[in-house]
């Protein structure tokens, strides 16, 4: 397989996790990342394309190949306007998958967040419920759905609470079993190996993967895919 993927939010956790398993990937020929202002990494098989994701649809044309991975995503913290939220969280993500589809792109996988649900009450999880229901009408061959839990993940902008619960909950997992398995808290580098491993699957139809099924596919990877 020479994959070419598409990458959207390569500047966050899960996405930087992802760029560097997708370049040293025998199986992914090209990599093509669109970001707002070009990373500090070259590689051969790495493009970088700086966009204005408000005007994505001028760039059309670059968003073709077999794979688009979408790791968009803000905090309340860093965007407190919800108008603007939902402008991450909702419109770009959508906007990529449609004109990817338009393009012959046969696979869209999506992070989303555990608890997802387009009915709930609070913004941030009906947000994501909402773009996971709404992706789902795009005519891609497959949708994967991830929906970690709390990321275990080494932040520039790491703030005294998140680390703070990143210790609590390293007491807490191992108690979180049967249906309460799927809070526990995940690392980025798992979410991304999940994602590569389900990407090197070819199977139709919509997936959504919760927080221990993702644990789960990460561990596969590492015997099937390595």
């Known amino acids: 397989m020479n994959k070419k993927a598409i990458l959207l939010g390569a500047s966050g956790a899960i996405g930087n996790s992802l760029l560097l398993l997708l370049l040293e990937n025998k199986y992914y020929a090209e990599v093509l990342i669109l970001v707002r202002k070009e990373l500090k990494i070259q590689h051969p098989k790495l493009k970088q394309l700086a966009i204005d994701f408000d005007k994505i649809s001028d760039y059309a044309g670059e968003i073709s190949g077999d794979v688009v991975f979408c790791c968009l995503g803000t905090t309340k913290n860093k965007t407190p306007n919800e108008q603007q939220y939902r402008k991450i969280d909702y419109q770009y993500p959508l906007e990529a998958a449609g004109i990817a589809a338009r393009n012959g792109v046969q696979s869209y996988h999506l992070v989303s967040s555990i608890g997802a649900d387009k009915n709930s009450s609070v913004f941030y999880t009906r947000t994501k419920g909402e773009v996971e229901c709404d992706l789902q009408a795009i005519p891609f ?67 959504i993967h919760e927080s221990d099924e993702i644990q789960k596919m990460s561990d596969a990877e590492v015997v099937n895919f390595s």
């Open 141 to 207: 061959k497959n949708i994967h759905i991830y929906r970690p839990s709390l990321l275990d993940a080494t932040r520039k902008d790491k703030r005294f609470m998140e680390g703070s619960i990143s210790i609590i909950m390293q007491v807490v997992n191992p108690i979180l079993i049967g249906k309460w398995r799927k809070y526990r808290s995940i690392k980025v580098e798992n979410v991304a190996r999940a994602m590569v491993r389900a990407s090197l699957e070819d199977y139709p139809g919509v997936y």
